[in-house]
């Protein structure tokens, strides 16, 4: 369909992250700074995409206003709020101060609020598109308007491994440490269980309630030692020495998970399947020198593996044999966000 000639539209495509190093807990609920720096992989699936794409048609109009559909459901709320001050921070930093009814349809390959990361995308892909509309390039610095719709979005405006400090407040921006052509062999498998859908408490309530009750966080997030991780984990990916990161991947899933258990009434995002994958994964590192496979666990039950493509046969074959109820989605490191 033709559009007006006042109308303009824009289409992007992001990828969606894991993090490695997790953030868990805010030190601004609203403008969703963090208590912690994290580090992610940005990730694409090999068979089949993975991320979202939005397209965004933009009509000057009086007063702002926005329509969203995601996945062809209509969305309004607290969803709108955000994309609001989204909108309002692009204004102050470009030239363009016209209000708009935005429409916003947004189709996310990947399973939504699910622990897995789907918002990172979706604010991610939408961001970069507002962006372009206000005529800011799209490169990290915009994820400090990305951050505003959910904290890992800030992650998924590069490709490659990207590090969000929490230091510099209202600025807190990510940057690209390497792009995805740093370490190819990298690979990533997703272990999406079917019986698992939505999550039961969202990552911004969970960090809420860990905030406000657990002291463990506390000991997570005390500088120095969250800054010598933060050095051991860039380490380990600038030298692409996997014996390195696995462990660091591994230790730090578990220590968010311990304080998710910490927290009060507790956080119980695991699920007796993600036990059973950790325990097949040091199985099979115990057996092999150096290890071959590190778990990693959102605020859900679904295990993220992290291997070497030369073990990807290998591990295949083991989760196979644990005949779980999932899904298995082969994904290898992405660029960041682009027109379509
Ligand atoms: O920003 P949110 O609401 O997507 O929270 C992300 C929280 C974790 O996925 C558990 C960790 C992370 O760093 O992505």
Redesign the pocket.
Known sequence: MALEPHVAAYTIWAPMNI?VL???GKRDPVDNIPLND?I?VTLDGVAAPLGTRTTIQMRPAESDSIAISINGVDYTDCLARKIERIMDGMRQASCIQTRFQVSIASENFSPTASGL?S??SGFAALTAALGLHFKLPINTGLSRFARLG???AARSMAGGFVKWTAAGDADTCAVQLHDEFHWPQLRCIIVHFNSHGQKEVS??EGMRRSVATSRLLQCRIEPEGMAEKARRFEEALREKDFCKLGPLIMQDSNQFHAVCLDTYPPLLYLAGESHRVIKMVHRINEAQQPPVAAYTF??GPHPVLFLLEQNLGAVLAELQALGLDAKIIECRVSGGPRVC
């Open positions: 993090a997790k953030y868990w994290s992610s990361a918002s990172a959910s904290g890992s990552s911004t959102d605020a």
